[in-house]
């Protein structure tokens, strides 16, 4: 019987067991992964519960799956951009169209594979096989600095700032639309979307509270550029709640227009900030990552038709 281990981060806090699982192991029906966890095959947190039980962050699910054997995760040879690096923890500028850890069925080319290789065993274990070291992610088409824990003391004790919103993260976008006002907050809870179930929506029924500062750097003709600032971290967040005051972020086929003018890869959204206390010093650190190669012409472009 093979057993897979997962922990629960703060973007599927509130979220299902059943639609957690669906997720996370997408080649198994819901009605499967529903049967398995009415014959106690799944324990959260080392009890049998519901398909309606909701999750909390760092919980931890075991599942039963009695076909599977445990995937292996192979280290592999991809360039990193390194920001910063010591003994406990990696921070890395994520290039854009990259996954951050493998899930089932994709187990190749992600930044768990890359960081794998570059850390050797030095990674934390606490997420489990899919994520070593993984304490946070970032959506496939962001960019950006994202950190990583390379024991599971660093992995605790940054999961925990996480948990009580102490990290700083500021993101930088450009949206459609010129904001009228300079500076402002969203805050709107955000959930699964009702119909479309692969979608966050803001304002739903049982949605997590959730709240954007954004601050505007500049503007143009037509599209804005700004700073975003979390201070909660749900999923697709800054894209939905950007979205929710009519403001989707430039190249965001799903939350926005479905017509990509621009030629884009998705989002224009760039994790450029990410400020923690140090998990052995306790002293702040802040790390930056520089704006990519993409943003900074679409920004000299947009000026030039402003």
Request: proline share 4%.
């Amino acid at each position: 019987m093979g057993q897979i281990r997962l922990v629960v981060d703060e973007t599927y806090m509130d979220e299902r067991v059943d639609r957690f699982l669906s997720g996370m192991l997408e080649e198994k029906s819901r009605s499967y992964l529903q049967k398995i966890i009415k014959e106690g095959k799944v324990l959260v947190n080392g009890k049998a519960v519901k398909a309606s039980y909701r999750m909390e962050a760092q919980d931890e699910v075991m599942v039963d799956l009695p076909e599977l054997l445990e995937p292996e995760i192979l280290a592999e040879d991809i360039p990193l951009e390194i920001l910063y690096e010591d003994k406990d923890l990696l921070f890395v500028n994520k290039p854009k169209g990259m996954v951050v850890h493998p899930s089932f069925g994709h187990y190749t080319q992600t930044l768990v594979n890359a960081v794998m290789y570059h850390c050797k065993d030095e990674l934390s274990g606490i997420n489990g096989i899919l994520r070593p070291g993984i304490v946070h992610r970032i959506d496939k088409d962001t960019t950006g600095v994202l950190v990583i824990c390379k024991n599971d003391a660093a992995h605790r004790k940054v999961a925990e700032q996480l948990k009580v919103h102490s990290i700083t993260r500021k993101y930088e976008a450009i949206v459609t639309g010129v904001l009228k006002e300079d500076e402002g907050v969203i805050d709107a809870p955000i959930g699964r979307h009702l119909t479309e179930r692969k979608k966050m929506a803001a304002g739903v029924k049982n949605g997590k509270d959730a709240r954007t500062h954004y601050r505007v750097l500049q503007r143009f003709k037509g599209y804005t550029w700004v700073e975003c600032q979390l201070e909660t971290g749900r999923t697709h967040q800054i894209r939905v709640h950007m979205a929710s005051i009519h403001h989707p972020l430039l190249g965001d086929t799903v939350y926005g227009s479905e017509k990509n003018p621009w030629h884009l890869e998705g989002q224009t959204l760039h994790a450029k900030v990410l400020g923690l206390l140090h998990p052995s010093t306790g002293a702040y650190i802040e790390v930056n990552a520089p704006l990519p190669v993409y943003f900074q012409k679409l920004l000299q472009r947009l000026s030039v038709l402003s």
